[in-house]
C-alpha cells in the first residue's frame, strides 16, 4: 500500500512558478514509478509528467515540455513539480500517483495510488 499526499498548489500569475511536492508513505514506495496528472474543469484527467525509480528516465506532455520539472529524491520519499513559465491553462487539480513498475508510463490506468490532489490557480 502507498499513501500519497500532494502539496505546493496555491495561486501564482503567469509566468511565475510553483513547486508541488508529493510526499508518499509505504514500505515499497521506492520500486514505483511516478507520475503527475492533472484536470482542469470540465476535462478530463490528463497526463503532465512521469518519472521512473531510479530517476533516470522521465516523460512530459508536450503542453509542458521546457516548462516543467519532475524529479524524486528516494531517501525523502519525494517526487517533485517544478512548474516555470505558467499559463492560464495550466490551472486545474494536479495529482501525484504511483505505478508499480520501473519505466513511467504516460496512462492513468496504470497507476496503481492516487493522491487526493492541489489545486493551482494561474491568473492572467
Known amino acids: 500500500q502507498v499513501h500519497l499526499v500532494e502539496s505546493g498548489g496555491g495561486l501564482a500569475q503567469a509566468g511565475g512558478s510553483l513547486r508541488l511536492s508529493c510526499a508518499a508513505s509505504?514500505?515499497?514506495?521506492?520500486?514505483?514509478?511516478m507520475g503527475w496528472f492533472r484536470q482542469a474543469p470540465g476535462k478530463e484527467r490528463e497526463f503532465v509528467a512521469a518519472?521512473?525509480?531510479?530517476?533516470?528516465?522521465?516523460l512530459y506532455a508536450d503542453s509542458v515540455k521546457g516548462r516543467f520539472t519532475i524529479s524524486r529524491d528516494n531517501a525523502k520519499n519525494t517526487v517533485y513539480l517544478q512548474m516555470n513559465s505558467l499559463k492560464p491553462e495550466d490551472t486545474a487539480v494536479y495529482y501525484c500517483a504511483a505505478a508499480d513498475r520501473y519505466l513511467p508510463p504516460s496512462n492513468a490506468p496504470q497507476y496503481n495510488y492516487w493522491g487526493q490532489g492541489t489545486q493551482v490557480t494561474v491568473s492572467s
Open positions: 509505504g514500505r515499497t514506495w521506492g520500486s514505483y514509478a
Open positions: 518519472i521512473s525509480v531510479s530517476g533516470g528516465s522521465t
